[in-house]
């Protein structure tokens, strides 16, 4: 499904809007369903290296249709997948990026970096439905 | 100077606004002046090849504080500037990116892929005075 | 539109069929509607300088929605978009890309590569009607 | 050896057979014994994410003329092999990599992912004696 830049921009809203309330300064990345840079937002003095970490974020759960930190599962060194995390450009697994639905379809992916792992994930989860 | 959220939505909605009264899909990036991502947004149906163009555009008119054609006269093969158009990750040099100004000063820079060069630059122009 | 492994398939098959008619030994690609490879075949004794060629003129023909020699016009260094070859990864603009249709719509893109650019063209079309 | 695409072809078929039993959707990818992509199939809904596993299978297997596991012993942290999961542009080091044996020889290497590794594992072997 294609997502629409009206929904890029409702899910960068609802997850900015939470991001403030947290006071946390956010990168927020939202890429359509098969990992094309769709709508980017990246908050007053939020980290210069979290733009590239909400991006890989938003990507990783797209690659696998799942959260990233889902993901990170199978990029812990118990899994024993050596080499993994560097496919497909390099896997970002931990908590921030996961799909945004609508109507219970997938229609995008979003990934937050700014705050801690916790913070990101409820700052994404905020711009998830729309 | 730090470019803003608000600014950067702004030269994005402006920018925008110009694009669908052209009929052009346009993707259209928001760097900061020192090329950082800080917003982007992809029109509904704009090609997936301009994505890179318009981040290239704008980080292009970055480096050299100039617009994009202008860093162009200078890979134009009778410049003789063999190799400059790969520095930097690669430069592109056609219409389409350029400062962005608030009261004279530059705040970021605009890229705009999607259209014609010549509607490029009109709708970046469009986002360029805040 | 997804592409299925069966359309990919079929187009694989018509296009080997056309060039070993031809006595061309090519390398054909199948990317979906958004440039993820999803078949692929390597004739025997086609070059292996060819593989990265037919993936570049689909992904070429994807970007754009065009043949990949359409996207050639842009890349003429008389039309001055100087740097635009090297965006998205690298742009392959010559004969031998474009979309594969079913019943009018785009489900695919093909890439071929191995004889001369117009032999690769009519490879390429032979597998582009499903 | 030079890999026929006959051979590349009936490989890909005996995973997909295999694959489709198990009700894994997984990408299959051939290399020949130097490591050149020579045929690819992504089933139908697999994970995009395992593309790139899929190569990256195969060609660590190739680069050292073993089972993608048996690389990933030397790729486990108390290996100590430091910095070569890195080398010759990344390697990935768990199940679904291994030569592809005709009348003993070694003709192709075959890469598959979409599943877990056990049943990566168990798909490409279907695929790995002709």
């Known amino acids: 499904m294609e997502t629409s830049q009206k929904q890029a921009f409702k899910a960068i809203s609802l997850a900015t809007e939470k991001a403030a309330l947290m006071g946390v300064d956010a990168n927020i990345a939202i890429l359509d369903t098969t990992g094309y840079l769709k709508a980017f937002s990246r908050m007053d003095n939020a980290f210069l290296g979290s733009i590239d970490i909400a991006l890989g974020k938003a990507k990783t759960a797209m690659l696998f249709r799942m959260n990233s930190e889902a993901v990170g599962q199978f990029l812990a060194p118990e899994a024993a997948a050596y080499g993994m995390v560097n496919t497909s450009g390099g896997l970002v697994g931990f908590k921030g990026g996961m799909p945004v639905r609508s ?7 979003i990934g937050v ?5 916790d913070q990101d994930f409820e700052i994404a ?3 998830s439905q729309l």
Do not use: N
């Open 113 to 117: 970096s700014g705050g801690s792992p």
């Open 125 to 127: 989860r905020a711009g």
């Open 103 to 109: 109507a219970g379809e997938i229609v995008a992916y």
